[in-house]
């Protein structure tokens, strides 16, 4: 990897981090859009994303880079069903928002990293290391306690952290750069959207011009939200190591669960208390497992 400037890390930095705290306030963005179904959210989300997504890529001149793109057969599978993985996601966690389940989708994201390690084991081979076996199972203790305690499983936060890890995943493996990639899957999955919106309109059911300006305001904002943390983010990765990137994304989990606990008031009791602590500890020996040894090769180098 070549050298970086400091200026060059800390504008890496400072947008990593502006994407994360972004993600991390989005329960704030939908809860403004609470009177609005969320499949109709979903919708608008896929199409004013594509709008601003295309906006983007002509002020910056990438549509030769986007059309290129998807160089084989293979690519535009993987982006299809990245597509599908992505819009279940989204429309999982928007409605988890607005049913007061931000919680649950908070603990959702802070699973996600021990997720990968094991999709990590299962897709591509990856030996688990013993902390990391630790780390995995202090997590499933902290989902068997909220089993436990609330005889339900904590399916919002697991399926979200699947959805994730899997949507990662498949982005890992398909050779197509975050902008272009997302143009793709928001312009495969825009046609239903669309088709849904312009049956909302006929039913006269629509919230989208509808009367009230800050609920258009907002539906057609979501373009602009969804996409500028990911530019932001897209600039961070290129910018500074995996390791700090790994870290300031839990900065996303922690803001969304303080919304949930002091602004939004959902319940946080002993049991809440002890799942997330065990979730949290077993973050704590995966991101020491993951610094080690990059502390290491540092003392060796200096």
């Known amino acids: ?40 959210i979903l919708c608008n989300r896929i199409v004013w994303s594509l709008v601003f997504i295309s906006i983007v890529l002509t002020f910056k001149k990438r549509w ?7 160089r084989s057969r293979r690519d535009f599978c993987i982006l299809a069903l990245s597509s599908i993985v992505l819009g279940f996601n989204w429309l999982i966690y928007i409605w988890a928002v607005n049913t007061n389940h931000i919680l649950e989708a908070s603990l959702g994201y802070f699973i996600t990293p021990l997720v990968n390690i ?4 299962i897709v591509f081979h990856e030996r688990l290391k013993p902390l990391q076996l630790l780390a995995i199972a202090l997590a499933a203790a902290g989902v068997a306690n909220s089993i436990i305690s609330y ?30 990639g997302l143009f ?10 669309l088709l849904y ?13 509808s009367g009230n300006i800050s609920i258009d305001l907002l ?11 990911l530019i932001g983010f897209a600039y961070g990765a290129r910018k500074l190591q995996l390791t700090a990137l790994g870290l300031l994304q839990y900065s996303t989990p922690s803001i969304t669960f303080l919304l949930g606990v002091f602004v939004y008031k959902e319940t946080f009791g002993p049991s809440h208390l002890l799942t997330f602590g065990l979730i949290w500890a077993g973050l704590a020996i995966y991101s020491f497992e993951s610094l080690w040894p990059l502390k290491n090769h540092l003392n060796k180098t200096q």
């Open 151 to 180: 005889g339900e499983i904590p399916w919002v936060s697991l399926v979200l952290a699947v959805l994730f890890a899997l949507y990662g995943l498949l982005r890992k493996i398909a050779t197509v750069e975050s902008l272009p």
């Open 219 to 229: 539906l057609m904002g979501a373009g602009a939200v969804t996409s500028l943390p």
């Open 197 to 209: 919106m312009t049956k909302l309109h006929i039913d006269g059911t629509s919230s989208l011009f």
């Open 184 to 193: 793709w899957e928001t312009l495969i999955l825009a046609p239903l959207a």
């Open 118 to 121: 094991l999709l990590g084991f």
């Open 1 to 40: 990897m070549p050298s970086r400037s400091p200026k060059e890390n800390t504008y890496g930095f400072i947008a990593a981090l502006a994407a994360f705290v972004s993600w991390g306030l989005f329960p704030m963005y939908w809860k403004a859009l609470v009177s609005v179904d969320p499949l109709e």
């Open 64 to 70: 030769d880079e986007t059309f290129k793109s998807l």
